[in-house]
């Protein structure tokens, strides 16, 4: 099994940053991609950002490129979302997941392993 824990989120203000990270812990050979999904009050949880755990290369929803980059410590197993140009649009619930294999582009609900989430509040 696979365990993630998020950390990072907060309140800020529009135009600030924030950079969220995932512990990950447990079989992480098994993990073939890494992705953070959010949701906010009232909606469908949403792909954001995806990294190939192994190789690296991203993925990221046209709403945040640009503003967003996943990227990942392969030695300290660790996940980051770096959060520039922040709008209050980004507020919600930000999870960390894992998919044993391949869904490009990522689905949510074929990824397997899931954190508790985070919250992000962008003020105006």
């Known amino acids: 099994q696979v365990q993630l824990v998020e950390s990072g989120g907060g309140l800020v203000q529009a135009g600030g940053s924030l950079r969220l990270s995932c512990a990950v812990s447990?079989?992480?050979?098994?993990?073939?991609?890494m992705g953070w999904f959010r949701q906010g009050a009232g909606k469908e949880r949403e792909f954001v950002a995806a990294i190939l755990w192994s190789g690296g290369s991203t993925y990221y929803a046209d709403s945040v490129k640009g503003r967003f980059t996943i990227s990942r410590d392969y030695a300290k197993n660790t996940v980051y979302l770096q959060m520039n140009s922040l709008k209050p649009g980004d507020t919600a619930v930000y999870y960390c997941?894992?998919?044993?294999?391949?869904?490009?582009?990522?689905?949510?609900?074929?990824?397997?392993?899931w954190g508790q989430g985070t919250q992000v509040t962008v003020s105006s």
């Open positions: 997941a894992a998919d044993r294999s391949s869904s490009w582009p990522p689905r949510a609900d074929l990824y397997d392993y």
């Open positions: 447990g079989r992480t050979f098994s993990i073939y991609e």
